[in-house]
């Protein structure tokens, strides 16, 4: 493999902690352009925001897929895609799109969906790039068929090109995608599970920059838990890498109301600050209309940022224990406990059951375990299929049945959020967190 361009000097992973040791979150959109100009300037204007950021180059789904005729055709049309083709585009093109754009102050990210990323990892390598994320599972079972053993051969292969990097002088970041599976209705401890058991794949693959991500849920008390026993997992399981946690803006059915999406936002970001995560990945007040524009993905920045800086941090830790840390961990371990080699380990646990994801209809995937969502938000094990789970008083507890229920559960965070809005409209109720309109830049 021929060398890459040489990065900045303060790589992906560096420059989020060094943010985070001066008290600063950052935020990062979604954000993927077909055009190259186009998303040059979603680049800049991601720069540009009042915020600490970093830049997102999402790829179509074409390239997600491995469908390189159908990228290449549409490229030639000029027909619009709903990402950057960074396979189809010579690298030269991609140079030209980060030129004077990413640098110490601002490095870029290329997030991708893909169960089978090698040509993607090469590519954004020879663009000089070296920070992107997913994972074997968290990009397989949700968005793909592709067999996971297939999957898990891919993403060896794929850490291998960017420890080559590593070696040459690079410093590659692989972000889990892992704390978002299904992006919702999936009880927590095997979200962490997940996550921790993705980094450690990576781990053992030779990167040494990793992020752990966790998707923010229906109940924020639930989900400060989450994100505490995601970190004194970290902390335990990865004494020798560098590491951030990841906060994503809720995954599933947004607020269809500005204010009720922006008090969600809001919410995301005090999630992160209270729990020490390190970044966040904003969503829109479109999301639960359209694909969102560069200004809105600006403005959105801006409001997470303000909710973040206006946060404090808690001095004790009072959150509650109701054994989420404990769930994790015991997946965690008899996952570990299968093979030495973390790929095989985690197509054995899914063949028996050990990782059961709810309403995931992959093939590999065992499909006996059940999930509830309390009236407050909470999900809980309604079965645990073959999961090894400590016992849990919840369990047994009714799962979510029937297209109703679904769609109910399902749309629980929108209600919630459209009808909180709704009543701080009518009360006249004051914003507790001001979205931020001066140009300051805040950055390390």
């Not at 991609?94 to 993607?120: C, K, M, N, W, Y």
Request: hydrophobic fraction near 40%; aromatic fraction near 6%; include cysteine.
């Amino acid at each position: 493999m021929t060398a890459p361009p040489v990065p900045p000097a303060v790589p992906f992973g560096r420059f989020v902690t060094r943010a985070q040791a001066r008290g600063r979150l950052v935020v990062q959109p979604r954000m993927g352009m077909s055009r190259p100009d186009r998303m040059r300037d979603g680049l800049r204007a991601t720069r540009g925001a009042a915020a600490t950021t970093v830049g997102t180059i999402t790829v179509d789904s074409y390239t997600r897929t491995d469908d390189a005729v159908a990228a290449r055709r549409a490229v030639a049309q000029g027909a619009p895609l709903n990402g950057y083709p960074i396979t189809t585009y010579d690298p030269s093109v991609t140079r030209q799109v980060l030129r004077d754009v990413a640098d110490d102050t601002f490095p870029v990210q290329v997030r991708h969906g893909s169960a089978r990323p090698e040509q993607i990892v090469t590519a954004l390598l020879a663009a000089g790039l070296d920070a992107t994320e997913g994972g074997p599972v968290s990009y397989c079972l949700p968005y793909s068929r592709v067999p996971l053993n297939v999957a898990v051969a891919s993403w060896e292969r794929s850490c291998a090109l960017l420890t080559e990097a590593q070696q040459a002088g690079a410093h590659p970041h692989l972000e889990t995608f892992g704390g978002c599976m299904m992006g919702q209705l999936c009880p927590p401890g095997l979200l962490i599970a997940l996550s921790v058991l993705e980094a450690l794949f990576f781990r053992q693959h030779g990167l040494r920059s990793v992020s752990l991500s966790y998707a923010q849920q229906a109940n924020s008390r639930q989900d400060e838990e989450s994100v505490k026993a995601l970190s004194r997992l970290a902390t335990a399981l990865l004494p020798d890498v560098e590491w951030h946690i990841v906060v994503y803006a809720h995954m599933g059915m947004y607020p269809l109301t500005p204010e009720g999406a922006r008090l969600l936002l809001q919410e995301a970001a005090r999630l992160a600050v209270r729990t020490g995560a390190a970044r966040l990945i904003v969503k829109t007040t479109a999301e639960a209309h359209r694909i969102p524009t560069v200004a809105e993905n600006v403005r959105a920045l801006e409001t997470a940022a303000a909710a973040a800086a206006d946060t404090s941090v808690p001095g004790a830790d009072d959150t509650p224990d109701t054994g989420i840390h404990a769930e994790a961990s015991a997946l965690v371990h008899a996952v570990l406990d299968l093979d030495r080699d973390i790929g095989r380990a985690l197509v054995t646990a899914f063949a028996r059951g050990y990782l059961d994801v709810p309403f995931c209809l992959h093939p590999d995937n065992a499909g006996r375990a059940r999930s509830g969502l309390d009236a407050e938000g909470r999900l809980y094990w309604s079965a645990a299929g073959a999961m090894p789970l400590p016992a849990r008083p919840e369990r047994g507890r009714s799962p979510i049945l029937g297209s109703d229920g679904l769609m109910a559960a399902l749309s629980h965070v929108q209600r919630t959020f459209d009808r909180r809005a709704r009543a701080e409209t009518v009360h006249h109720v004051p914003p507790v967190h001001r979205e931020t309109t001066d140009r300051w830049d805040p950055r390390p």
